[in-house]
Nanobody, 115 residues
């Protein structure tokens, strides 16, 4: 059974930084695509960033230049370095992974940006 577990969320002041990690288990194959989504209160879940096995990345415009996604293929782990955080980045962040046309999700990590 494939499982994704996020860690690293929390409360941070505007302008601060946080790093999210997503550890996976139950799968010996490399996920073809990994990424992060977020859902702010009262809003739909939105794509934040993705990364392929080869390291190609995609970012939503609102986080370009501030967020960096990376992955460790040997560990099937994905990370999200978030810098220059803004109040509008407040959301539950979900790890996503795709394997053979099947999507897997983590339980979510709360990120609150507030002074």
């Amino acid at each position: 059974q494939v499982q994704l577990v996020e860690s690293g969320g929390g409360l941070v002041q505007p302008g601060g930084s946080l790093t999210l990690s997503c550890a996976t288990s139950g799968n010996k194959f490399r996920f073809s695509l990994m990424g992060w989504y977020r859902q702010a209160p009262g809003k739909q879940r939105e794509l934040v960033t993705t990364i392929t096995t080869s390291g190609s990345t995609h970012y939503v415009d609102s986080v370009k230049g501030r967020f960096t996604i990376s992955r460790d293929n040997a560990k099937n782990t994905v990370y999200l370095q978030m810098n220059s955080l803004k109040a509008e980045d407040t959301a539950v962040y979900y790890c996503h992974a795709r394997l053979a046309a099947t999507d897997y999700w983590g339980q979510g990590a709360q990120v609150i940006v507030s002074s």
